[in-house]
Each structure stands twice: as C-alpha cells, then as structure tokens.
C-alpha cells in the first residue's frame, strides 16, 4: 500500500507542475518582445538560483557528491529551455505549447535507448491517444483537411526549434530517472538551475557576439512580474518537483502525465491572448484526457531500477 500511496502522490506532484508550466508559455510569447530569448533565460534561472540558494545552504556539504548529475541534467535542461524560448519567438504560444507536449511520444524511445526499457501496453496505448490527441490541438481549423493542410504549410523555424527542445527535455526526463535516485533532491534542484543560468548567459553572449541574437532588454513591470512568476513557480518549485518524484514513476509514464500541459496551456493562451481553437482542437482535448486515463488503468512498465548501472 505504501508503495502505491509513493507512485500515486508522486503522479499527483507531477501533474501539479504541469499547472504551473502552463502558464508560461503566454507569458514567455510576450515578454520575448521586451527581451531577448537567451538573456530570459538566464536572468529567470539566476532568480531562481537566488531565491533557492537560502534553502541549500544546509546541504553544501553535499554539494560535490551531487555536482555531476547536476551538471548532466543541468545542461541538457538548458538545452531544452534555450530552444524551447527562442522557438517562442517565432510560433504561437499555442503551438509551443502543443509541441512541446510530443514529448510524451519520444519519451518512450529515449527511455529504450538509453534504459533498453521497453514501455508496457498501457503505455503505448496511452501514448496512441495522447499523441492523437495532440495533433488535433494542433489546428485553428474545423476539419481534419484543414488540419493536415495547417501541419504541412505552417511548419516553421520557431516549431523547428521547439520540437527539438521537446526532444532535449525528453532526454531530461530519463536523465532524471538515472541521476536523481537516493541523491539530495534540494542541492540536486539548486545544481540545475544554476548551471542553466550560467550556461545561458555563455550563449547569450556567443549569440550577441556572432550576430545570432543580439542582447536586448527593455524593463517593463510585465517583464518583471514574468521573471518573478517564471522562476519561482515555474523554475524553483517545478524542477524541485520533478527531481524529487518523477523517479517515482517510469519516464514515459511522467511524459503521459505532463502530455496535460497544452490543454492548460491553451486555456491560458485563449483567457490572455485571445488565441482560439476550433473544435477539433477541443475534441484533440478530450482525446489527451481518455490516453491519460487508458494509461492509468492499463498495466504499463514496472518500476525497475537500471539506475545502478548508471551510479557515479
């Protein structure tokens, strides 16, 4: 019983964070416009590194034990962030959103490569609908003509770099299931977001030195308030979340789970920037929802722990 009150609670503290994932996506879209995508970066996660850093001063002493699973899933954390805003850039907050979300469909090869962990058939089935699901949110149109016709025409640079930034965090996902078993969630959590900010602030100048991206930044109390929300709740809580419970679960069941994501984020994307769906999306909605559900009541993989092969 214990064990699964541990998987249950851990599921909830996961879907918890999609909430709160959510709603970055329209506040990021705007606050691009007053700041350049890489130094928004690395001015949230240096927030976030300040506002965590009272709470790990106890564990300091365990900082070097944990420092090269932090420095792992910090990079490739970071990677995913970097091209997941700078694809905001160019794309919708919606389409971010949904894009993002295919995820949960490269989860499970990620997890068999890296693992050799074979999803159960809960899983898959799961992943079927969530990934139909998906591509129905895809559309503005009312039809599945239109919404094949939209997928074709209307794949940019921005979706590019998203989907790319999808895969990087796909990767996070099972690193997180390698590196954050028996290791110090806190100092762990503080490792990650350090090493993220530092190393956005490497690229962001790269970028404004090669011409890529020049640094911009016009203080505005919207952009301020985004920082604010996005590092605290959508950094500092978040990613202590994830590294504390997603081990609890096997990666492509947490991707199932953050597969929620786009539908709270399109809800928030419609409330703050009058961005519409038509029915097919909301029907793509429904479709998300039944995969969760069908993956929870299937059996999926057991929760076996290769990490020792993977142990510093």
């Known amino acids: 019983m214990k064990g699964k009150f541990e998987h249950y609670f851990a599921e909830i503290m996961l879907f918890s964070t999609t909430l709160f994932w959510a709603g970055t996506f329209a506040i990021v879209k705007n606050s691009v416009q007053d700041c350049s995508p890489t130094i928004f970066v690395a001015i949230r996660f240096s927030i976030a590194t300040i506002v965590l850093l009272p709470f790990i001063i106890p564990y300091l ?15 490739t954390l970071c990677i995913g962030f970097l091209l997941q805003t700078t694809g905001l850039t160019l794309t ?10 295919s995820l949960v469909v490269l989860t499970p ?9 074979k999803p159960g058939k809960g899983a898959i089935i799961g992943v079927t609908f969530v990934f139909v699901g998906l591509v129905f949110l895809s559309t503005k149109g009312n039809n599945v003509l239109n919404l094949f016709i939209e997928l074709g025409n209307d794949f940019n640079l921005g979706d590019l770099l998203t989907l790319l930034g999808a895969l990087a965090y796909s990767i996070y996902i099972v690193f997180i299931d390698i590196y954050t078993s028996e290791k110090n969630s806190k100092i762990l959590t503080f490792i990650q977001i350090f090493i993220t900010a530092i190393v956005s602030y490497i690229v962001a100048g790269i ?9 911009s930044i016009t203080w ?15 950094t500092v809580l978040t990613t202590f ?12 069941e947490a991707g199932i789970i953050y597969s929620f994501e786009p539908i709270f984020a399109a809800v928030i994307s419609y409330i703050f920037l009058g961005e519409i769906l038509g029915y097919i999306a909301y029907l793509g909605a429904l479709i998300v929802v039944v995969g969760i559900i069908l993956a929870h009541l299937l059996p999926t993989t057991n929760k076996v722990m290769e990490n020792a092969i993977f142990k510093d």
């Open 61 to 75: 002493s365990e900082l070097k034990v944990n420092l090269k699973s932090g420095f792992i899933l910090g990079v």
């Open 92 to 101: 919708s907050a919606t389409k971010s959103g949904f894009i993002t979300g």
């Open 109 to 117: 090869f990620c997890e068999y490569f890296i693992l050799k962990r």
């Open 207 to 215: 970028f404004d030195i090669t011409n890529i991206e020049k640094i």
């Open 220 to 234: 505005t109390t919207s952009l301020i308030l985004s920082f604010l929300y996005t590092a605290i709740f959508a």
């Open 241 to 252: 979340l994830q590294t504390k419970y997603q081990n609890k679960v096997t990666p492509t």
